[in-house]
């Protein structure tokens, strides 16, 4: 089962929007509403930031949002900070064994 | 609060074995299944399985049937990860991961801090 497809790194100022895609196919990311979304700071531990698609869990800032269109997924961080500055991974639902993969990762980098 | 700490980095030669540990605390251990997941610069994050902490019941990646054994003490609300016959590309952080209520591996929303293991000669 190949990974899910992501931009290597993407790059934002301050204020600004970005947004990270996440490619797949018909059995994994366009079969099922069970997209998710992580962040990684360098030598840290995964961090949730979206599942099934859209949902935010507790704790998490609203300027982070998520979405899905037939077989690609995407994460959208609006007003970058400094923070934001992390390697994102998306994961998707696939059914069978394994049930889950993962994107290659993408650096966001805010300039 | 909810906290997955993790046993410490090894070095390991090939062939050989490892056992990671981790340790759950502040949620109730054995309503939970809890997941393995580690990351290389190669292949990046690869599932590996996952165990009951009920039950004990596991379930495994093909790729890693027959090389790992996931088991738990619930006595002390830990999981634990085996690694057989070790290959230098196991050189990985390993994570062990708690999986968000009912999802069965769709989301994990806590993470152990990883542990690396180096398979060197």
């Known amino acids: 089962q190949s990974a899910l497809t992501q931009p290597a790194s993407v790059s934002g100022s301050p204020g600004q929007s970005i947004t990270i895609s996440c490619t797949g196919t018909s059995g994994d990311i366009g079969a099922y509403d069970y997209v998710s979304w992580y962040q990684q700071h360098p030598g840290k531990a995964p961090k949730l930031m979206i599942y099934?698609?859209?949902n935010r869990p507790s704790g998490i800032s609203n300027r982070f949002s998520g979405s899905k269109s037939g077989n690609t997924a995407s994460l959208t961080i609006s007003g970058l900070q400094a923070e934001d500055e992390a390697d994102y991974y998306c994961?998707?639902?696939?059914?069978?064994?394994?049930?889950?993969?993962f994107g290659g990762g993408t650096m966001l980098t805010v300039l | 609060q909810v906290q997955l700490v993790q046993s410490g980095a090894e070095v390991k030669k090939p062939g050989a074995s490892v056992k990671l540990s981790c340790k759950a605390s502040g949620f109730s251990f054995t309503a939970f299944y809890l997941h393995w997941v580690r990351q290389t610069p190669r292949q990046g994050l690869e599932w590996m399985g996952w165990?009951?902490?009920?039950?004990?019941?596991?379930y495994y990646a093909p790729r890693f049937q027959g090389s790992v054994t996931m088991t738990r003490d619930t006595s002390i609300s830990t999981v634990y990860l085996e690694l057989n016959s070790l290959r230098s590309d196991d050189t990985a952080v390993y994570y062990c991961?708690?999986?968000?209520?009912?999802?069965?591996?769709?989301?994990?929303?806590?993470w152990g801090q990883g542990a690396l293991v180096t398979v060197s000669s």
């Open positions: 991961a708690r999986d968000w209520p009912g999802s069965q591996g769709r989301v994990f929303d806590y």
């Open positions: 165990i009951s902490a009920a039950t004990g019941v596991t």
């Open positions: 994961s998707s639902y696939r059914g069978g064994n394994p049930p889950v993969i």
């Open positions: 099934n698609v859209t």
